[in-house]
């Protein structure tokens, strides 16, 4: 398991020290790019596209990344092994058996991070997820580990959410998606607005 681990970490090394380098690159870009806009010489649509190239890949590796992670919001410390006693609490709280590859504290100690070992038992985990609603006593939430730019819609469609909930709409959000009254909308990145899904 600790050979796991390692490979793991130095994977994620690898993932994170290839993210640096499409930084670095896009810097470069940037600073070519206002070089040449100060001659006069540039192509400024070329050098955007690049740009937005560059942003979408590095988006794209993130996503890989954090594909089997999800983020559990009020579970408190845990000591010792932190993985097992993640498992453990998954399978107590939820009724999910999983194997946590790694788990650690975000955010000080409410909230923990898990990469989880497969996207299926992610899956189960985020079906059973809404047992934590059952729990009067304590308020625990597990959701998907997203990027800053997912993060940043999902906000939205909350705020959105809340804004129909208060017209007395009924309101579900989906990952980048919305149901008002049983009709489906999707975020629609480049117009940055909803979309209805026929």
């Keep these: 398991m600790r050979e796991e681990i390692?490979?793991?970490?130095?994977?994620?090394?690898?993932?994170?020290?290839?993210?640096?380098?499409?930084?670095?690159?896009?810097?470069?870009?940037r600073e070519e790019m206002r070089r040449r806009e100060e001659k006069g010489q540039v192509e400024k649509a070329d050098w955007?596209?690049?740009?937005?190239?560059i942003e979408e890949?590095?988006?794209?590796?993130?996503?890989?990344?954090?594909?089997?992670?999800?983020?559990?919001?009020?579970?408190?410390?845990?000591?010792?092994?932190?993985?097992?006693?993640m498992e453990e609490w998954l399978g107590r709280e939820i009724g999910v058996k999983v194997n946590v590859k790694e788990?650690?504290?975000i955010n000080k100690d409410k909230m923990m991070l898990a990469k989880i070992e497969s996207w299926e038992q992610k899956k189960n985990?985020?079906?059973n997820k809404s047992k934590l609603k059952e729990k009067e006593d304590e308020r625990m939430y597990i959701d998907d580990d997203l990027t800053?730019?997912?993060?940043?819609?999902?906000?939205?469609?909350r705020e959105l959410a809340r804004?129909?909930?208060?017209?007395?709409?009924?309101?579900?959000?989906?990952?980048?998606?919305?149901?008002?009254?049983?009709?489906?909308?999707?975020?629609?990145?480049?117009?940055?607005?909803?979309?209805?899904?026929?």
Excluded at 48 to 53: A, V
Excluded at 61 to 82: H, L, P, Q, Y
Excluded at 164 to 176: A, H, L, S
Aim: cysteine-free.
């Design 148 to 157: 800053k730019e997912e993060r940043e819609i999902q906000k939205k469609l």
């Design 6 to 29: 390692k490979t793991l970490r130095k994977e994620l090394a690898a993932m994170r020290e290839e993210n640096g380098e499409l930084r670095k690159e896009l810097v470069t870009v």
């Design 103 to 105: 788990a650690f504290k």
């Design 163 to 198: 804004e129909e909930r208060n017209k007395g709409k009924r309101v579900k959000i989906g990952y980048r998606k919305i149901q008002i009254n049983g009709e489906w909308f999707r975020w629609d990145e480049r117009e940055e607005k909803l979309k209805k899904i026929f």
């Design 57 to 85: 890949k590095m988006e794209q590796r993130e996503k890989k990344e954090r594909k089997n992670n999800v983020i559990i919001t009020g579970i408190g410390a845990k000591s010792g092994n932190i993985e097992r006693g």
């Design 125 to 127: 985990i985020l079906l």
């Design 48 to 53: 955007t596209k690049r740009m937005k190239m």
